[in-house]
């Protein structure tokens, strides 16, 4: 009897207690999105409107469309957002296949090579990327002549990711991938390189899609390196289109709202899909 | 098959990592021995020449009082950052993994700001620091409210609140697995014992959590201290170059005061401070482990 009293009283305490962390989670959510709601407040305005209250939810103007099809055109969005969904795809796919192959190898083979290969990936992770964009420039640039092409950000996108994400294969293969397996497909007249694509690689899924997002995320958004290395308009990335489209159009506060939100909104889209994947890879990233 | 000859040994390697292995060789290897050269020259950046100056760049390096002066502004911006961020990354995964109802919402909710770029970070709260708060303010106190970002002080706070709201998500997924990764069962056998909530987190769950909070200190100490997107759309250095932090002050005095050797000797400093900090993140990890 005692005892069920008590438990009610527990479990009250526990129901208010979850209500209120609920209720101040409400409140933390609301701050954090509260940046992008003043921008989706602000796009259908006109400029007279924000300027007079940023705050209100409609302009004395009214609801308006007009600055989605202005941003478009001047900032070039689709051009940009070719670009980025080009150089995001290739360089992604180039890092994911690269760096699974090279982790097999020095995974499976104890060649001194190897590891010469792989302790170097390792301390370069600590290399800032301002120490190495000087020389990128002057060697691409001065030297060899390639910069301004979208391959040669691909190339340099994936020689920059390659370290962290062999190191990641690294751990999958070593603690994943059971040896008996590929002894029982190289018994079975498999190749390495059969084995690796037919046993292997499946098996590193999750590893692939945790990698996939980190390395999907960092090229789409990236502003520094493409900056450097496309300078001509028609290769820009939506990064640099903002960027740019800023510094010309600044005052012109509805535009700026559009093209933010033009920006912004293909990864947010994606994510409406695949936030439970994009969560439970970083997560899972996380532990090593 | 032989498998031990060199031969076999060498068509191996080129097959599963010799792409990778030109790939970063040309990518990082390569520039970064080059820049040790580009230290040594007073190159301009357009002409073929590089005139070889030996220590020139170092000692100018050390002269730019603008750069110490960047320097110095940057470890204070990361040491509030740093503690900020964790702060409150901490709280938010404690909170989402109380078994609250819709935690995973709330999850996906607060790792929003990961998923956008830096530059149009940076330009969205320009405009909330500009146009929205400064509308709050004057409507609240009727008065004269200045943008915070206005103020040399106010610049850099306001860049410390953007890194806290931009990174603050992505650790809290940290802390979560961190949480995830303590045993009920030893939670459970603490409140019998009469442990408090409170008490379960400080002796059981922090404890058990070391390797979250060395991951993300290290993480969030190296992205604050190399901070360059948020830096250039939200302030730009402004108020008069007073918030430009070491990776802007970089940058233009490569590229915009084309100094590319000094520039380079000063990235160069910059990769010293974060190659120690990396050093002391291998041996806090090691220590870590033994005790765990």
Known sequence: MMENIENAAAARKRKIRNALVFLLLIVLFIAFIFPFIMVVINVFKVKADITANPLALIGSHGFTLENFPAAIKKMNFWNAFGNSVIITTLATIGTILLSALTAFLIVRNDWKVNKLLFVLMIASMVIPFQVLMIPLVSLYGGIFGILNHRLTLVFMHIGFSLSMATFMFHGAIHTNVPVSLEEAATIDGCTKWQTFWKVVFPILKPTIATVTIIDAMAFWNDYLLPSLVLGRKELYTLPIAAKVFYGTYSTDTGLVMASLLLAMLPILVLYMFLQRYIVEGITSGAVK | ???????????????FAGVTTAVFVMVVIVPFIYGLYLTMTSWDGVSKSKPFVGIANYISAFADSGYW????????????AVILVNAVAFILAYLVTSGIRGQNFFRAGFFIPNLIGGIVLGYVWKFVFNKALVSLGNAITSGNVKSLLATETGAIIALIIVSVWQYAGYMMLIYVAGFMSVPDEVIEAAKIDGCTGTQSIIHISIPLMTSSFVQCIFLSITRCFMVYDVNLSLTNGDPYGSSALAAMHVYNEAFVNKNYGTGQAEALILFIICAIIGG?????????????
């Open chain 2, 280 to 292: 002391i993140q291998v041996y806090v990890g090691k220590k870590g482990e033994v005790q765990a």
């Open chain 2, 69 to 80: 002066v960047s320097l110095g502004r940057t470890f204070i911006y990361s040491a509030i």
């Open chain 2, 1 to 15: 098959m032989k498998t031990n000859t060199m031969g076999y040994k060498v068509r191996q390697y080129l097959l």
